[in-house]
């Protein structure tokens, strides 16, 4: 199992100027500020893009405003949300009055956070916990598939999946309480 830095652990090593870390800041929400942009707002493919490159630019720049370390993933979502609204308004110059929001926007940044979440609780996992859970769930293979491609049996496959569950659920209570009292 390898160890993950926490929000705030990376967010420090950024304020203290290390360049690695700021790249493993983009790594690590690139395809959240991006799936904000295109799912929840709904922006082109290129829009997306300019907004995704001008959150981190702001972000790098901004840092400092930030009080607490731990709270960069809702701080990146208001910083992208905030940019997102700004290129429909601008994008819709000619139209007459204020532009409402996209509907569900609360929404799909909920089910980005909680994907997210999952995703980072997956890291925690064993090579071989990720590998079942991902080929049972994302790549939705059978039992037996996956028995073939890992040369066991079927039924171990199940039981594997079962005790990789619990660890996942262990990780997410000592992650996100809330979400997991939530059911999410």
Not at 27 to 46: G, M, N, P, W
Not at 112 to 131: G, I, P, Q, T, Y
Not at 168 to 177: A, T
Request: charged share 35%; hydrophobic share 40%; proline share 3%.
């Amino acid at each position: 199992m390898h160890v993950v830095e926490t929000d705030a652990q990376l967010v420090a090593r950024c304020r203290a100027g290390d360049d690695d870390a700021w790249r493993e800041l983009v790594d690590r929400f690139s395809r959240y500020v991006y799936a904000i942009s295109a799912q929840a707002f709904r922006l082109s493919e290129a829009d997306a893009e300019d907004v995704f490159q001008e959150v981190f630019a702001r972000a790098y720049e901004h840092l400092h405003r930030l009080r607490d370390d731990s709270a960069i993933r809702p701080w990146l979502a208001q910083l992208t949300r905030r940019l997102c609204l700004d290129t429909i308004r601008s994008g819709a110059r000619e139209q007459v009055g204020d532009l409402p929001e996209p509907r569900d926007v609360d929404d799909t940044i909920t089910r980005l956070d909680e994907a997210l979440v999952v995703h980072e609780a997956l890291d925690l996992l064993s090579k071989d916990c990720r590998e079942i859970l991902d080929r049972f769930f994302a790549q939705d293979e059978s039992y037996r598939r996956i028995g073939e491609a890992l040369d066991l049996p079927p039924g171990t496959i199940a039981s594997r999946i079962s005790r990789c569950l619990v660890k996942l659920r262990g990780e997410l209570e000592g992650r996100n309480p809330a979400a997991v009292e939530s059911g999410g």
